[in-house]
């Protein structure tokens, strides 16, 4: 292409606009291979040539003079102070030969490749009127590209070998536009879409404006992921593997049960399992069964928790290397911060931003993230159409679907519905235990058609735990702790309530001990999290039951509902199953004053009454009791969540419309989250002086989540103090107990 050499108008400092152009393109190459399925899902058989056109004008509006002075460090202002998609989208209407609506979808994914609708409808809505303020200076800024209007020109020649090159077929090359001719086509598009979004203000299957509806939220999806990526400097996504390290060895010694079947299972299912029979690798496999031939869908595990998100993350990053492995939560930028091996501060920081850049744009194949990154997008917070557009026709392992709350399990099954209905998601649903009114709610509302479990004498060969009922509370039977600690057993204690928790520890005074709940700060959590498995003596709150991968001889614990306590019970003996050895789960009948706050008390009756029945617990028994205990299936109160929040989820969907990130959906969505942020007083200089130095991923090893009902009670004791948006609470605060508060 010898016309590219002598094209010199700029996109960036060092990118020539033609240059550019060519790399989003080649990214669109390798997206139309990955995503076969859109133009059928979105009912758009042309949609990668109105992509290619979109990319193809995104940034004309760059070519103008001041634009281009700026660029070339010939202008005292660094700031054009004018939008180059609004003048980028005036030369669609040279593609005269398409249709009317073609010509708007295409207009709509330059105009708001990187604002969306409403915000540029706010800011130019002068262009209404052609008196206006804002149409002379439209007119103004297209006269700036005069002295480039020959080579705008000449691109136009470039488009039929473009488009063989990167879309295997010839585009019909526009009709130039004269510059006198040019108008704000902007008017035109984001007009129609505003009035089509007020007349209809709803997404359904039978929406008479496609542009509202999926066809607008992957046309932004696709253009962004172009042009972000090339801006990157990558064109070529990675995919997927049809295998994983540890494969061979596992074939060597046999797959497990589950495992065969996993692999041998295509379509959606459900995995029941014990803990130790392989589940993980089990999920590997069917995800490698439902892939497709080009490896190119992605897949999304999902799990409850930031300490099992990152230690899956350290476990897929071996099973397929680093860099084909994403992790993403609310604190996965301090994490990775840790983790870098860069030495200095300013290194390890450009790392993190590095990697969490990648992260968030469709390139890593392997995702470990909570459910809450995709109910996110149904908010439509910033990013979501990129965020829908890969999860096209993915893979999803939603692991540990026992840990949510009626509310989160009924978003998720609510998200879960959604993608595999409109997106061709495969899924597969896995718990060591699950009662079976949950396991036929996902199956039925999902349609689920395969369930993964074992026999009954395969369940019972990884039996493990002796139950043994202890009438009174924990702190009558500090004796008995003491006892197994001289008898050289590793001791885990779980409470119900952090005040609980606290108190026992400290009238243990065990030396190799370690406390572990919701209430330290980051920094200290990490550290206590880094000993775990050389200690003599854990006590902790739920925090414990699932996520940590620990293993200790004996459990004292508060009582629970049974699914509760089957997975306090997962971190005791959790190989005992391989020498068929036997070891005791100690359950207290007496819990905190506090626990009709936390569990549903007849829960915790019927299971106690089960329980004193129950010598060894065989694993083929566990089902039964659980159906026994949730015979009844959610209690009235749960039950109402769940519908409630199901109704709304239906709201929000609804109103998933393309082009329009919402600040008040993302103020909604973070209402989700009964959580604030806070750093504890006894920490206010370090924290400040951090922040002072920009050193902020540091200071965020000074941060902390409590509830909003805590956060209210301190509040009004004037223990919260707030400081350039940083709120600091001003209570006690210890590095082995963790935040303690002076009421109950």
Not at 79 to 105: G, P, Q, T
Not at 161 to 182: A, F, G, M, T, V
Not at 228 to 245: E, V
Request: glycine share 4%.
């Amino acid at each position: 292409m010898d016309l590219v050499k002598k094209m010199v108008i700029l996109a960036k400092k060092d990118e020539t606009l033609i240059e550019h152009t060519e790399n989003t393109l080649k990214v669109l190459k390798n997206m139309k291979e990955y995503y076969p399925e859109i133009p059928c899902i979105v009912g758009v058989d042309n949609f990668w040539d109105n992509i290619f056109y979109s990319l193809f004008f995104h940034d004309f509006g760059k070519a103008s003079k001041e634009f281009q002075e700026i660029l070339q460090n010939k202008s005292s202002s660094s700031y054009w102070n004018y939008r180059h998609e609004l003048i980028s989208v005036s030369f669609v209407k040279s593609l005269d030969f398409l249709d009317e609506y073609d010509k708007y979808a295409i207009a709509m994914g330059i105009i708001t490749h990187h604002k969306d609708a409403y915000t540029l409808e706010e800011r130019y809505n002068g262009f209404y009127n052609s008196a206006s303020y804002e149409y002379e200076i439209f007119q103004e800024k297209i006269n700036t590209l005069t002295m480039n209007w020959e080579e705008i020109n000449n691109y136009y020649k470039l488009i039929p070998q473009l488009s063989l090159k990167y879309l295997n077929y010839q585009l019909k090359e526009p009709q130039r536009l004269k510059i006198d001719s040019i108008e704000p086509y902007f008017v035109e598009s984001i007009g129609r879409y505003l009035n089509e979004y007020e007349d209809n203000n709803s997404f359904t299957e039978n929406n008479s404006e496609p542009l509202l509806s999926l066809y607008g939220i992957l046309i932004k999806g696709i253009i962004n992921t172009c042009d972000h990526l090339a801006s990157a400097g990558i064109y070529n996504i990675l995919k997927a593997k049809n295998t994983f390290k540890s494969l061979e060895c596992i074939k060597k010694s046999g797959l497990r049960t589950i495992q065969k079947i996993a692999h041998t299972t295509k379509d959606d299912a459900i995995l029941i399992s014990p803990t130790g029979s392989g589940k993980t690798e089990a999920s590997l496999l069917w995800s490698i069964k439902n892939q497709n031939e080009m490896l190119s869908k992605r897949v999304f595990y999902i799990l409850p928790y930031t300490a099992s998100i990152n230690a899956m993350y350290e476990r897929l990053k071996n099973e397929f290397d680093e860099e084909y492995v994403g992790l993403i939560h609310g604190k996965s930028a301090y994490y990775l911060y840790n983790e870098s091996t860069k030495e200095s501060y300013e290194e390890k920081k450009d790392n993190v931003k590095q990697i969490r850049n990648l992260t968030k744009k469709i390139y890593k194949p392997y995702k470990i993230i909570t459910p809450y990154q995709i109910i996110k997008y149904f908010y439509k917070v910033k990013g979501y159409e990129m965020g829908l557009t890969e999860m096209v026709n993915s893979i999803i392992i939603l692991d540990e679907i026992h840990a949510y709350d009626p509310r989160t399990t009924a978003l998720i099954l609510s998200v879960l519905k959604y993608l595999k209905s409109n997106l061709n998601v495969s899924i597969m649903i896995m718990s060591a235990t699950l009662p079976t009114f949950i396991l036929n709610l996902f199956q039925k509302t999902l349609n689920i058609p395969h369930i993964i479990s074992l026999e009954n004498k395969e369940l019972d060969s990884f039996t493990r735990h002796k139950i043994n009922i202890l009438n009174g509370s924990i702190f009558d039977f500090i004796d008995e702790i003491h006892e197994e600690l001289d008898n050289e057993n590793k001791v885990l204690i779980v409470c119900n309530t952090v005040q609980d928790a606290q108190k026992i520890y400290e009238k243990l005074d065990i030396e190799k001990s370690a406390l572990l709940h919701s209430r330290f700060i980051l920094k200290d959590r990490q550290q206590i999290e880094t000993k775990l498995d050389n200690l003599d003596l854990l006590v902790g709150t739920q925090a414990i039951e699932v996520s940590l991968d620990i293993n200790y001889d004996v459990l004292f614990t508060q009582p629970a509902p049974l699914d509760a306590l089957i997975q306090r019970f997962g971190r005791i003996n959790r190989r005992g199953w391989e020498e068929k050895i036997i070891k005791p789960v100690h359950i207290c009948t007496i819990g905190s004053e506090y626990d009709y706050q936390i569990y549903n008390q007849s829960l915790i009756e019927k299971t106690l009454e089960l329980l004193k029945n129950v010598d060894i617990l065989y694993e083929s028994s566990i089902q039964i009791l659980l159906d026994e205990v949730y015979q009844e299936g959610y209690d009235l109160e749960s039950q109402k969540l769940f519908d409630d929040v199901t109704k709304s989820f239906e709201i929000i969907q609804n109103n998933l419309v393309a082009f329009m990130s919402d600040n008040g959906g993302k103020n909604d969505f973070y209402k989700l989250f009964d959580s604030v942020e806070v750093v504890p007083y006894k920490f206010f200089t370090e924290y400040n002086q951090l922040i002072k130095e920009k050193r902020y991923y540091e200071a965020m090893a000074y941060t902390i989540n409590i509830n909003y009902k805590r956060f209210s009670i301190e509040q009004k004791k004037n223990n919260i103090i707030t400081k350039d948006n940083t709120i600091f609470i001003d209570v006690t605060y210890d590095s082995e107990l963790g935040l303690k508060f002076d009421d109950k």
